[in-house]
C-alpha cells in the first residue's frame, strides 16, 4: 500500500492517491491518463446514456445495452469532433484569456448536444464520417491554445 501526494501551485489542496502500486511520479502519470476513462464512465452512467437509470441487470440484454451504446456513443463523438471542428475554424478574438464555455464541455456533450439540435431536420451537413484526429491534444487543451495564440499575438 502506497500514498503519494501532490500539491501544485494553482491546486487548492493537495491531490492524494492510495494504491497498491509503488509510490512514484510513475503513479500521477498513472491516474492523469486514468481520468479521460473515469469521463467516459460518467457519460455512459450519468449525463449520457443514463444508463443507471435502465436498471438492466440480465447480461444478454446488459450486452446487447452495451453494443448499442458502443456505436451510439462512436456517432456522438464523430459529431462532437465535427463541431469542435466548427468551433475551430471560428477566428479568435485575442480578449479572451480563459477557457470559453465551448470548451467546458466534452466532445461527447457537443455530439449529444449537436444531435439534439438537428432532430427533425430532413438534412445534415456533410460529416466525414471517421475519426481523424487520434493523437491530437485534448479538445479543450486546443481550443484554450487557439484563444491564447490570438491573445498573445493581437
Not at 450519468?46 to 451510439?72: D, I, P, S
Request: hydrophobic content about 45%; overall charge positive.
Amino acid at each position: 500500500m502506497s500514498v503519494v501526494a501532490y500539491w501544485g501551485k494553482r491546486h487548492q489542496k493537495p491531490l492524494c492517491l492510495v494504491s497498491d502500486l509503488r509510490p512514484g511520479w510513475e503513479l500521477l502519470h498513472l491516474y492523469r491518463r486514468r481520468y479521460p476513462i473515469e469521463a467516459t464512465f460518467r457519460d455512459y452512467k450519468t449525463y449520457g446514456w443514463r444508463w443507471e437509470q435502465g436498471q438492466v441487470q440480465v447480461q444478454t440484454h446488459v450486452e446487447r445495452l452495451l453494443v448499442g451504446m458502443a456505436l451510439a456513443t462512436w456517432l456522438v463523438l464523430l459529431v462532437g469532433a465535427w463541431r469542435a471542428g466548427q468551433i475551430l475554424a471560428r477566428p479568435a478574438t485575442g480578449k479572451r484569456r480563459t477557457r470559453p464555455w465551448a470548451g467546458k464541455l466534452s466532445l461527447f456533450q457537443h455530439g449529444l448536444d449537436q444531435w439534439q439540435a438537428w432532430l427533425g431536420d430532413t438534412r445534415l451537413p456533410p460529416i466525414e464520417w471517421r475519426l481523424t484526429e487520434w493523437t491530437a491534444p485534448n479538445w479543450q487543451d486546443q481550443l484554450l491554445a487557439h484563444h491564447a495564440w490570438a491573445f498573445v499575438w493581437a
